[in-house]
């Protein structure tokens, strides 16, 4: 049972816009909430994070923005840039559980 | 910085092989993780350790075991490769209590014949 889902498997944007990632999740113990960008050949890597306590965070150009009651969360990227192509991965936790990891979206950011 | 390293980026194996996988991590973190990453799966969790000689099932373990010997290094092993262990294994460790920002290796692709 996949507790935390991403629905769209691609996504593609113009290159300046804004690009939306989307993450459902089904376990409303979570607390804590991460964003992880992989390129091919690579390891994920940390973006972003957001705990319960708070429904906004934002980093530069990445804002990740968390809707408890809808178990919602989404990673908005303004603006979108050739570089930030890659697959993006939600992952969720309880307290001091271990991650559970989404099943990823592609993000093609084209010029 | 941080460092996860994956000694074998690229493996092909036969039917029936075992197969070790190692990773070393060099921040003395005091948690490692085993993930396997799937089209359309994303990442599935198989194994963790919070602490030397100490090891926990995650989602999938069946067909894997792991050893955790050392705080640096953990190993994932396949007793007996199958087709369907073909995957990108990722390993990665984290700093305090369970949920936490994780640092990852870049990955061994696994090709089992």
């Known amino acids: 049972d996949q507790q935390v889902k991403q629905n769209s498997p691609s996504l593609s944007v113009q290159e300046g816009r804004i690009s939306i990632l989307n993450c459902d999740y089904t376990n409303s113990m979570f607390d804590y909430f991460l964003w992880y960008k992989k390129y091919p050949a690579e390891g994920p890597t940390f973006l972003i994070s957001i705990s319960s306590i708070k429904d906004k965070n934002e980093d530069g150009r990445f804002t990740v923005f968390l809707n408890k009651s809808a178990k919602h969360l989404s990673l908005h990227i303004v603006p979108s840039q050739p570089g930030d192509s890659a697959v993006y991965f939600c992952a969720a936790a309880h307290n001091t559980d271990k991650l559970i990891f989404g099943t990823g979206t592609r993000l093609q950011v084209f010029p | 910085d941080v460092k996860v390293t994956q000694s074998s980026r690229y493996l092909v194996k036969r039917t029936g092989e075992k197969v070790f996988l190692e990773c070393v991590q060099d921040?003395?973190?005091?948690?490692m993780f085993w993930y396997r990453q799937d089209p359309g799966l994303g990442l599935r969790l198989i194994y963790f350790s919070y602490d030397v000689k100490m090891k926990e099932k995650g989602d999938i373990p069946e067909g894997y075991s792991v050893s955790r010997e050392k705080k640096e290094r953990f190993s994932l092993i396949l007793e007996s490769a199958s087709t369907n262990q073909t995957s990108m294994y990722l390993c990665?460790?984290?700093?305090?209590?369970?949920?936490?920002?994780?640092?990852f290796g870049a990955g061994s692709r696994l090709t089992v014949l």
């Open positions: 990665a460790s984290g700093q305090g209590a369970g949920a936490n920002v994780l640092t």
């Open positions: 921040m003395d973190h005091e948690n």
